[in-house]
């Protein structure tokens, strides 16, 4: 498939608004949908705003690469059965897969950070057996789950032996194993390079989560970059740096000269 690039919509100025035109204009192969909230009802679960974000990948011809569930940092997903909290979990996995398959799109990303966070054991069985779940319902639709998290390669060779699917592998992301689980980039790639999905997230940061241009932080970008150049890496490359939050949108009163520069530092640095 070579490397497309996308990026994810809420990280583009403006969190989304006018998203399938700007990933046009900016040259982009296509881009992440975010679900939403619980506040604002899950938007992306209406048949309505399905058909106009259709309506848009026919006009400007885009792919939309997933479906992120980021309302899992709120929700979470090694919530005990019979709790409300559970119920309201396994009912999101539902509709995020029915969404994705009504869309034809094949990948939901099921993200375990924040709330979500595996710490002991009994929340990692927990949490296995809700992704489970997911699995099942995703494979009825052709669906992959996309797992991302700062767990360790131990960690998660461990989840995935016990949720056992084949339609489940890691999203990796290019920061949060070091922010979110004090573990070096690169050595953290190496072992888990054979659980990923062919997407991966990629962001940089000094102290914080998206807060410079790819390759300026902390997180050794360039030598994740080689990583994947090694194995000969084929698949989505996704952009999650925030282009509206500071401090990046302090670089340039106009965002989008920002989002510019970091989308050619993404594009020349993933060009094999």
Not at 74 to 86: D, E, L, R, S
Not at 88 to 109: D, G, Q, W, Y
């Amino acid at each position: 498939m070579g490397i497309k690039f996308a990026i994810c919509d809420q990280a583009l100025p403006g969190a989304g608004i006018f998203a399938p035109r700007i990933i046009h204009d900016f040259g982009l192969d296509g881009m992440s949908i975010e679900m939403g909230t619980n506040f604002h009802g899950y938007p992306i679960w209406q048949k309505k705003i399905q058909e106009y974000y259709l309506d848009e990948q026919q006009k400007y011809g885009i792919e939309y690469v997933n479906i992120a569930m980021s309302d899992l940092d709120f929700n979470p997903i090694h919530a005990k059965p019979g709790t409300p909290t559970y119920n309201h979990v396994k009912n999101m996995l539902k509709n995020a897969v029915e969404s994705a398959a009504a869309m034809k799109i094949f990948t939901i990303m099921v993200c375990c950070f924040e709330q979500s966070l595996i710490k002991t054991d009994e929340e990692l069985e927990r949490a296995a057996k809700m992704i489970q779940y997911a699995c099942d319902l995703a494979d009825e639709k052709d669906v992959t789950i996309g797992w991302e998290t700062p767990l360790n390669s131990e960690k998660s060779r461990q989840l995935l032996g016990l949720v056992d699917r084949k339609n489940i592998g890691i999203l990796y992301d290019s920061q949060n194993y070091l922010f979110d689980g004090k573990l070096d980039q690169p050595t953290e790639l190496e072992k888990i390079y054979d659980l990923l999905i062919p997407q991966i997230h990629v962001k940089d940061g000094v102290e914080t989560k998206s807060s410079v241009l790819l390759g300026t932080g902390n997180t050794k970008f360039y030598e994740q970059v080689e990583v994947f150049r090694k194995h000969n890496y084929q698949g989505w490359v996704i952009s999650e740096n925030y282009y509206d939050r500071a401090p990046l949108r302090d670089m340039n009163e106009d965002w989008f000269v920002t989002m510019k520069k970091d989308i050619e530092i993404m594009k020349s640095a993933f060009n094999w």
